[in-house]
């Protein structure tokens, strides 16, 4: 065949290819070739819902905040909100720059769309809980239009025709009135449409601006109600822009004035839609009415005012409503029971008559919430449906075609810039508003439940438009990894679960309605995500791809009463778990493990009955310590639970807290007693609980805090004073351990409801996950301390064994693992003492040191490095004997380098090695990594030579690249934990794991291998409370040999799971005697000198002195020892003594006149009784007199330490009167004691023992020789 002949072939396959597709897609178009029942068949058989998952949301987003009262308060939220902006002070609002995070290349719910008319691209568009958003490049860009008012739902807006800087919004999303006569409807059977549905987002009126957006007003307030109202649709008139309609919950409002005042001029519950005809003033039609509400139907006036009901059949959800623009006397109405579609009608005479065009199902479950007709507006028979997808018609709605598919959604991360699909069959599901461009023909916008979709060519093809549309939805459990700040995931109301990686663009996973989600802390390749009643997905490579357990579900739907689990079930992780546990909840507890593994609690007992826990939190460091709060959902009131044993049994620790829904519980991660709550609903002086003692009382934290639904609590892991709650509102801070609060929300939107608070240590942000506003982050109110982990401050000289306690910074409970080495200086080189279980090589010196033994290969040091080049033995080894024991867990610490490229090159360490002389190592652990193949594997060996391998993960090893190596074993449970370049690439739990060993060695095989700086740590508690004893006879080994060489050095190490791995820090110090000097001062407390006081000392040393007239005096001591000093002063014990005295303490007694100064509550207290009574005065005037030479169970003088603070109330008989100097290393002259004479409280003793006497008594007669005078009263006689 010639070249021509295929050419002709070519070009008529293509035709027939081409006619077949234009056949295929006409025949779409004709009605005599489809059926709905072919319509819908894919879409059923993928949802196989059939109950409203937006309506699950709402019903527990209600429940939350409505109980006990069963109303919405939107006055408490705008009071809420003034609060939050009073609250706001100067070093909050400059550190809480929040920045925006993402989603946006996908978005949230929204509820409409407007143009501008007079620039046609100029779109606005209101989110369900995102508020107010304004794209002037045709929906290619979105930014947030603030208000300056608490906007959450806009489910309406309307653009003045003639003057576009005039806009409306109507505010709130509400699918029903509040029914009065309902009484606890959510106490009966949980699963009714009583209070699901009726419930959005907040409503607070209609806004106005004049200026385009730059400022706001209400022009409907309805910012001070008791209950949950919504606007739910808005016209204005094309013939008089001053009229403006509202639909509402409250019914059908006009204004004629511009929107300055209001009137309700059909005042039936639920309007919500309203189609005008656009050539006929005062010709409309309005949709009336939800969930067989009163009055419901559909109405038509004909002078604006004035309504009565058309004929069309009844329904239990919406009606949408439409006019044609060509041929205006059309008019389409959607009609839907709550739960299907009643039918699409058709009008010819502008509503007053309607025929049955279509009775396809296109709602479906969604009929109460989200469908609607739009018509072409240059041809009246051409209309596009919404429902759970768009449909088209071209015959006057006698036919609808499939232009959209759910389904087709892209889970990817695509980019910002979009589209979220190529150009074609993809809307995301849940239409709510369908509007065709007024000036260009043909096109066409649709809000949906996944943000703004549009086509140029009538619905044909469809395209994104959510680029910066930032308005998805999230619910509670948003986690964010510790180690990776480009590493976060949370679940959203109908998108998924949305997956962060460091851009603004997101991936999605899982699909469905996403819920809560876990990243284990310790380890951030491990994962979960939720849908809807508990069901958990699992990851294993950081949410790359999820496993669905169905081994871990409740076993029940939760479609029908007998599932008693939330929507949203709870589910949190514990992060001190070696099995990875996760706790989920239906109305019984789950402990689930490794991914897999699911057992119920409490013997399968729920623990409140039907009532399902709506919270859990577990100890940061107690995996068997968890707590559950449970929602009173069946029965009152709610309740929180405590388990101390891993859900084996639980006890009820309400114990006072408020009836409300527990929104969120975390345990202070430094004090497991130390646990917060937080509530929902309204009516509450505090939303904010504190218990020290694990829940035995409660205290209120939140005074000031707004009286609105609290989601979320964060306790600063850093600084646990500081505490971040997120609220309907937004943030707020506390820095004082809750007494008092600061708005923390400069950079948020005007109002945004705070699902979720968590972190990233990695840049320590703090991110808030919203609902309507995706997620922000910013930093913490104080920025991050210094990270490290260190010795307390030591003295520089020990002549003895020493206690080493340490200071980790920021604080104690950051560290999760705390390792410490000793190593000595010989005189040439620092290194420990491999007998003791340390070992420290930097292998400068020139050759190998002693203590290391090569039973294969060649091993020796060049140029500061240790290298072994027989780059063909298989097997090459490098020992030294290591004390290893199951006191203490381990830490190997080593950097290497595995020359060249090629096959099975590999090197590593043995640890716990029991013989040295085997070629095996004898019982073992074997950490190899190789190079070529890029893994690291953890082997056990044995006595006979069996390698058996306990775990393989994948590394990347990078040849000729210098590796920073780390092995923790904790022998206590046989954790083997193998971190490369400071990140965790393996670890295994050994069931029986090795208790001790006496060798370490270094291993390759063929492979030349360079090896430094060879580190081994000991373990040592992270809390503080237990020191280290350093031995200078054996870990220490050596002397200094003058006052500059320090032979000992501790180096300390610290692992945080928020933090990683600290750098070593290294305190040195100095071994053998030293001459230093120890002394100090006796004064008063006026600071006079006190002289001739001896001053006992004890310990290392028996000596003694007395003060000189400056009242100080000093000891010659040896360092690294302990001291004792005690005063004591045994002069005279009637120097000071006198009636004046007994006048000042009588006073004291009375109350005329009290002691302020814990000193003289001393000296007044004589016989040290512990009270100042009349006795002590007898005492004084008996030795006055010279009848008694000394006070009754006390001395002449008594001594305080100078350092000492006295507790309130003061104790005066019980006190420091000795001062013990610890392990002294420099001079200290500050020794200082405060002497206290006792019986003299007006301070006039001889101090200086002068000898002169104060005052004398004796028991004579004393006779006075007067001249004779005549006496006065009230004269004196001199």
Request: proline share 4%.
């Amino acid at each position: 065949m010639n070249q021509k002949s295929n050419l002709l072939l070519w070009v008529s396959l293509i035709f027939l290819i081409g006619l077949t597709i234009y056949q295929n897609r006409f025949d779409i178009f004709s009605p005599k070739n489809i059926s709905q029942k072919d319509i819908s068949q894919n879409q059923n058989i993928a949802k196989k819902e059939t109950v409203s998952g937006a309506g699950k949301s709402l019903d527990a987003w209600s429940l939350a905040r409505s109980y006990p009262s069963e109303k919405i308060r939107v006055n408490k939220f705008s009071e809420g909100h003034e609060i939050k902006k009073r609250l706001v002070a100067d070093e909050a609002s400059s550190r809480s720059d929040w920045e925006p995070l993402g989603p946006q290349n996908f978005a949230g719910r929204i509820l409409t769309i407007a143009i501008d008319p007079n620039f046609p691209t100029t779109l606005y568009a209101g989110a369900a809980s995102g508020g107010l958003w304004k794209s002037i490049n045709d929906g290619a860009t979105w930014d947030y239009v603030s208000t300056g008012m608490p906007v959450l739902g806009v489910s309406s807006i309307v653009v003045n025709p003639n003057n576009s800087n005039e806009i409306f919004i109507g505010t709130g999303e509400v699918y029903g009135d509040f029914d009065v006569s309902d009484v606890l409807p959510n106490q009966n059977t949980g699963q009714g449409y009583t209070i699901r549905y009726r419930r959005g987002t907040y409503g607070i009126g209609i806004l106005k601006t004049t200026d385009g957006g730059l400022t706001w007003n209400y022009s409907l307030d309805w910012s001070q109600e008791t209950e949950l109202k919504g606007v739910n649709c808005m016209k204005i008139s094309p013939f008089d822009s001053d009229v403006l309609y509202a639909g509402t919950t409250d019914g059908l409002f006009r204004s004629t004035d511009g929107g300055s005042s209001w009137t309700n001029i059909l005042a039936l519950p639920n309007v919500m839609n309203i189609a005008m005809h656009p050539t006929q003033n005062g010709v409309m039609l309005v949709g009336v009415g939800t969930f067989e509400s009163a009055g419901r139907g559909v109405y038509r006036s004909e002078d604006g005012v004035n309504f009565s009901a058309v004929a069309l059949p009844d329904f239990s959800g919406k009606a949408m409503l439409d006019f044609s623009k060509s041929n205006p006397n059309i008019a389409f109405a959607s009609i839907g029971n709550y739960d299907e579609t009643v039918g699409l009608f058709r009008s010819e005479d502008a509503g007053a008559t309607w025929t049955l065009a279509n009775d396809y199902d296109y709602a479906k479950y969604q009929g109460w919430y989200s469908h609607d007709v739009a018509i072409n507006p240059t041809n009246d028979s051409r209309l596009l449906v919404g429902g759970i997808n768009v449909y088209r018609s071209i015959d006057n709605g006698q036919t609808l075609i499939a232009e959209s598919d759910w389904l087709l959604w892209n889970l990817s991360a695509f980019p910002i810039a979009g589209p979220e699909q190529p150009a074609g069959d993809f809307i995301h599901a849940d239409i709510h508003d369908i509007v065709y461009h007024p000036t260009i023909p043909n096109k066409v916008y649709v809000a949906s439940d996944g943000g703004v979709f549009k086509s140029t060519n009538d619905g044909l093809d469809f395209v994104s438009a959510n680029t910066g549309l930032q308005t998805v939805q999230f619910y509670q459990n948003f986690s964010s990894s510790l180690q990776d700040e480009n590493f976060a995931m949370g679940g959203l109301q109908d998108n998924a679960t949305a997956v962060y990686r460091g851009d603004l663009a997101w991936e999605r996973k899982i699909g469905g309605d996403g819920f809560g989600t876990i990243i284990d802390p310790n380890d951030d390749r491990y994962a979960w995500g939720s849908l809807y009643y508990m069901r958990l997905f699992y990851s294993e490579d950081k949410a790359q791809n999820f496993i669905g357990n169905t081994g871990v579900l409740p076993g029940c739907s939760g479609t029908d009463p007998a599932c008693y689990c939330n929507f949203s079930a709870p589910i949190c992780f514990a992060p001190s778990s070696l099995n990875r546990r996760v706790y989920g909840a239906s109305n019984i507890v789950y402990r689930i493990e490794n991914g897999t593994t699911r057992t119920e609690t409490n013997g399968g007992i729920p623990l409140d009955g039907n009532n399902p826990v709506n919270c859990l939190a577990a100890s940061p460091t107690d995996e068997n310590l968890v707590f559950a709060g449970v929602a009173p959902i069946y029965t009152s009131p709610a309740k929180i639970f405590k388990s101390e044993n891993g859900g084996d049994s639980w006890t009820n620790i309400t114990n006072g807290l408020p009836d409300r829904f527990p929104m969120e519980i975390t345990v202070d991660p430094c004090d497991d007693n130390s646990i917060y709550i937080v509530f929902g609903g309204y009516d509450l002086a505090n939303h904010v609980y504190k218990s020290v003692d694990g829940g035995g009382s409660w205290n209120p934290l939140g005074d000031g805090l707004p009286d609105v639904p609290t989601n979320a609590i964060f306790i600063d892991p850093e600084n646990t004073e500081h505490i971040y709650i997120g609220n309907d509102v937004g943030v707020f801070v506390s820095t004082d351990g809750g007494a008092t609060w600061t708005t923390y929300s400069t950079g948020l939107p005007d109002a945004c409801i705070v699902m979720s608070l968590s972190y990233t240590a990695a840049t320590r942000k703090l991110r808030v996950a919203t609902h309507g506003n995706g997620v922000y982050e910013t930093d913490f109110l104080y920025a991050q301390e210094e990270f490290i982990a260190k010795t307390a401050t030591l003295g520089e000289w020990y002549s003895d064994d020493f206690e080493v306690d340490f200071d980790d910074a920021p604080n104690a409970c950051i560290f999760q693992q705390c390792f410490y080495n000793i190593r000595d200086f010989d005189g040439n080189d620092w290194r420990g003492n491999n007998l003791r279980g340390f070992i420290s090589d930097d292998f400068d010196q020139a050759n190998l040191n002693s203590e290391w033994s090569a039973a294969s290969g060649t091993w020796q040091v060049q140029n500061e490095l240790l290298q072994q080049s027989d780059a063909t033995h298989p097997n090459t080894q490098l020992n030294i004997e290591l004390t290893q024991t199951d006191t203490t867990s381990f830490l190997y610490h080593w950097k290497m380098k595995i020359d060249g490229n090629g096959t099975e090159k590999r090197a590593g360490i043995h640890i716990f090695a029991d013989d040295l002389s085997q070629d095996f190592r004898g019982n073992s652990y074997l950490i190899y990594f190789f190079e070529d193949s890029d893994l690291v594997r953890i082997y056990r060996t044995n006595a006979a030579g069996n390698y058996e391998v306990l775990i393989t993960e994948n590394v990347t090893i990078l040849p000729n690249q210098w590796m920073d190596g780390k092995v923790v074993y904790e022998p206590n449970i046989g954790r083997i934990t193998v971190f490369l370049d400071g990140k965790k690439v393996a670890y295994v739990v050994d069931e029986n794991p090795l208790q001790s060993g006496n060798g370490f060695s270094l291993r390759s095989g063929e492979a030349v291998v360079s090896f430094d700086d060879i580190n081994v740590y000991q373990g040592r508690d992270c809390s503080g409370n237990k020191t280290v004893v350093v031995q200078t006879n054996g870990d220490c080994r050596f002397e200094s040999q003058d006052d500059t060489t320090f032979v000992c050095g501790i180096q300390s190490v610290g692992f945080s799971i928020m933090r990683g791995w600290t750098t070593p820090d290294e305190s040195r110090v100095k071994i053998g005697e030293h001459p230093i000097s120890l002394g100090g001062g006796i004064f008063t407390e006026n600071t006079e000198a006190v002289k001739n006081v001896k001053i006992l000392l004890n310990g290392a040393a028996v000596d003694s002195t007395i003060t000189n007239s400056f009242g100080t005096y000093d000891f010659d001591v040896v360092s690294g020892n302990s001291y004792i000093l005690r005063p004591e002063k045994l002069d005279s014990i009637k120097n000071g003594v006198n009636i004046f005295d007994m006048v000042l303490i009588r006073r004291h007694i009375l109350g005329l006149d009290y002691f302020d100064s814990p000193y003289q509550l001393i000296a007044a207290d004589v016989n040290r009784s512990g009270q100042i009574t009349v006795f002590d005065m007898v005492l004084i005037r008996l030795v006055i007199l010279g009848i008694n030479e000394q006070f009754a169970n006390n001395t002449s003088w008594r001594f305080v330490d100078a350092d000492y603070v006295f507790p309130l109330p003061v104790d005066y008989v019980n006190y420091p009167d000795s001062v013990v100097m610890t392990q002294m290393t420099t001079d200290r002259t500050d020794a200082d004691f405060v002497a206290v004479k006792i019986g003299d409280v007006n301070g006039s003793a001889d101090l200086l023992d002068s000898g002169t006497p104060v005052e004398t008594r004796s028991n004579n007669y004393l006779h006075f020789l007067l001249e004779n005078k005549k006496l006065e009263v009230g004269k004196s006689i001199v």
